[in-house]
């Protein structure tokens, strides 16, 4: 893959990256506002934008998988791998909730937040780097058999 090429698919991805974001802006995506009605089950606006876009998300991987769609940036056909249950699925999956649910943001919206001047997406932000970092320290410190001095290299 040369520079170019490179370069052209960073710029088509920059350009999916904002209108995405502009998007989930419109829908209320980013407004704390939608997220605390959300979870009290007042106001259904955000539930119908997530509840959308998981059925055009069903669509379009079954399109994809019949089609063998290949992919923009390699040019090879789109896999689709089920992953195995790993032990921590369902307490990351609550940790996860409730981290949404305190901040009215996810790693999706959070860019979207901040460029919206929203500065609190930018402690959410911080939490989710360092939640990141936390889990690569703790998944090194496992696979290294408890050696803390292994899982700091």
Not at 63 to 79: F, Q, R, S
Not at 131 to 142: E, N
Request: charged content about 10%.
């Amino acid at each position: 893959m040369n520079f170019i090429h490179a370069y052209r698919i960073n710029i088509l991805g920059l350009l999916m990256g904002v209108l995405f974001g502009f998007l989930m802006s419109r829908a209320g995506a980013t407004t704390f506002d939608f997220h605390a009605k959300m979870f009290l089950f007042e106001d259904f606006q955000l539930m119908k934008v997530i509840g959308t876009a998981v059925v055009i998300a069903i669509v379009g991987v079954f399109i994809m998988k019949k089609l063998h769609i290949n992919a923009i940036a390699t040019g090879t056909e789109v896999d689709f791998v089920k992953k195995p249950y790993q032990q921590g699925l369902i307490a990351g999956a609550f940790l996860f909730g409730v981290g949404w649910a305190m901040t009215a943001a996810c790693p999706g919206t959070i860019p979207a937040m901040i460029a919206e001047g929203k500065i609190g997406a930018v402690f959410s932000l911080i939490g989710l780097l360092l939640g990141t970092f936390a889990y690569g320290i703790l998944q090194s410190f496992i696979a290294n058999n408890g050696s803390y001095k292994a899982a700091l290299k």
